[in-house]
């Protein structure tokens, strides 16, 4: 379960992209990623390139290397790009899977928990997820969360009642894991809330060091010029430290 | 033999708001208005004389562990279920959870620290701007609270199998609603099996309402006991695997109130009174 990083969104085919793209993209960097430095190149964001790197996502991401590091048959992906810890949660209910439709097989539900800034509800029938600015709904709700004086602010947003939310969220996959003899392992995407989640929830199921690894000028090879994620050696990455914690 | 514990979720009209104590005030306002020392008593009478108390003593229950809430929404009554709960180890009891379920549409985020409840009728502006996305899309706008409801459900439906607890769920508002609740959602957990709103029906007769302040539509002491009948028949009727011999007396705990992690509520909020009930 997760966002974007655990789609596998970053690990791009470059055949699949347009000569135009690929060579605005030689000036970009990780640093200064194509998708994100420019709207201009949001033109090239479309559902067809992302079609066509769908399976790059998917036999790229962690969730494929971290399958193969523990010998695991089968994988359910449910990461979804900028999805919230609660839409996640929502979504997971939403197909049944609570219900255990898996009990012929040994369970591991890995979790690389989103930025705790997130929220969801539904509308017009389906899950709406809502980023940092993304909507006015979020941007109220962050009037509403930023009315008292907090000393837990990151870039200007209190982190500690979103990592409750997000510790909520964390305790029902628990509990349906529990129920179904499923094993339970979840990661933080940053140190941001990491320190918070501790402060108020002392699980073992939740691993609160960062696997990603820092974006700086050493493991600039690690992430995508195209759109700032991991890439394919990144997730290869993430995957080695999770596998490292999960045997632990 | 376990002992039989009985922990109720829901809003005002689990909390027992209504049960004033019309000698012990000063004034008859809404108990939020109230001065504090006058809030504390009346907020102890609910507690003692809403419908939890009453149901558990009908069901020969031992004890009743009532965490209802004025004002809580669905999504809020589980948050305070899993801070409160989810770590408690009841294995030494029989546990029911009888669920009133409040109106959907609240919706609650953390604050402060601490669950913070949005009902339609604050006019909160985070709250206006949801209303306002749900109301523009082409479908019936309650679907979208009802499919957060059912979210929320489905929560307590998995820790009730995770831990070995028996649930109901009945609703605090109109039938009609509650139909379209168990159209998008099939549960062995309502309590009855057509639906039924028996609260409502209660209300409706307008015999029982507490009018404090004039016009408000929570139940008086009578009014509840009347309730705690009908949720008890209907228990017995649907799922008599839950009855066991009326007692005397139970204990009674109220513990409705939210974990106040930097102690910014009035500390009625934070009493967990601990009694028995006769």
Same mark, same amino acid.
């Given at each position: ?14 055949? %699949? ?11 970009? %960097? ?28 998917? %036999? ?28 996640? %949660? ?13 009990? *012929? ?13 997130? =929220? ?11 980023? =940092? ?10 009037? *509403? ?104 | ?26 004034? @008859? ?78 919706? @609650? ?34 679907? !979208? ?51 039924? @709103? ?17 016009? !408000? ?62």
């Amino acid at each position: 379960m997760g966002c974007s990083h655990t789609e596998g969104y970053g690990c791009w085919d470059e055949t %699949t992209f347009s000569d135009e793209m690929l060579l605005k993209l030689k000036k970009h %960097t990780p640093i200064n990623p194509f998708f994100g430095s420019d709207n201009s190149n949001i033109k090239f964001h479309t559902n067809e390139l992302i079609s066509k790197n769908k399976n790059n996502f998917k %036999t790229k991401g962690w969730p494929a290397n971290l399958a193969k590091l523990m010998g695991t048959a089968d994988i359910l992906n449910l990461g979804k790009g900028a999805s919230s810890n609660s839409g996640q %949660t929502k979504e997971f209910f939403k197909r049944n899977l609570h219900k255990n439709p898996y009990a *012929e097989y040994d369970v591991t539900l890995v979790w690389l928990m989103t930025e705790p800034f997130r =929220i969801s509800f539904y509308v017009n029938r389906k899950i709406e997820n809502y980023m =940092i600015d993304s909507h006015p709904i979020w941007k109220e709700y962050f009037k *509403e969360i930023i009315s008292h004086h907090s000393k837990d602010m990151f870039n200007g947003i209190p982190v500690e009642d979103p990592t409750l939310e997000s510790i909520f969220y964390f305790n029902i996959m628990e509990t349906v894991c529990i129920k179904n003899n499923w094993k339970f392992h979840a990661f933080p995407l940053t140190n941001v809330f990491s320190k918070y989640f501790r402060k108020h929830e002392s699980s073992d199921n939740f691993h609160e060091n960062c696997v990603m690894p820092l974006l700086d000028d050493n493991n600039l090879k690690l992430y995508s010029h195209v759109c700032g994620h991991l890439n394919e050696m990144g997730y290869q990455q993430v995957a080695k430290s999770m596998y490292s914690v999960i045997k632990s | 033999m376990k002992k039989k514990l009985l922990i109720t979720m829901g809003c005002s009209y689990t909390e027992g708001v209504g049960c004033y104590d019309v000698d012990k005030m000063s004034k @008859s306002v809404h108990y939020g208005f109230l001065p504090r020392e006058e809030e504390i008593i009346q907020r102890k009478n609910f507690h003692k004389l809403g419908w939890p108390n009453r149901l558990g003593k009908k069901l020969g229950y031992d004890k009743v562990i009532n965490l209802g809430l004025g004002g809580s929404s669905t999504s809020g009554q589980v948050k305070q279920f899993f801070e409160k709960h989810v770590d408690r180890d009841l294995s030494e009891w029989d546990v029911l959870i009888v669920w009133l379920l409040s109106e959907p549409s609240r919706i @609650s985020f953390y604050k402060n620290g601490c669950i913070e409840n949005f009902c339609p009728s604050d006019s909160n502006t985070m709250y206006v701007e949801y209303l306002k996305w749900i109301n523009q899309t082409n479908y019936d706008p309650d679907v !979208d609270l009802l499919l957060e409801n059912i979210f929320h459900i489905k929560i307590i439906e998995q820790l009730c199998e995770s831990r070995g607890y028996s649930l109901l769920l009945t609703p605090a508002y109109e039938p009609e609603l509650f139909i379209k609740i168990q159209s998008l959602h099939k549960s062995k957990y309502y309590l009855n099996k057509t639906p039924k @709103s028996l609260l409502h029906s209660l209300m409706k007769s307008g015999n029982y309402k507490c009018n404090i302040p004039k016009g !408000d539509g929570h139940l008086t002491p009578d009014g509840y006991e009347i309730f705690a009948s009908d949720l008890y028949n209907e228990i017995k009727l649907n799922h008599p695997h839950l009855v066991s011999t009326p007692k005397n007396k139970i204990i009674w705990q109220w513990d409705g109130a939210p974990i106040d992690r930097y102690g910014k509520f009035p500390m009625i909020l934070n009493q967990i009174h601990t009694d028995i009930f006769k």
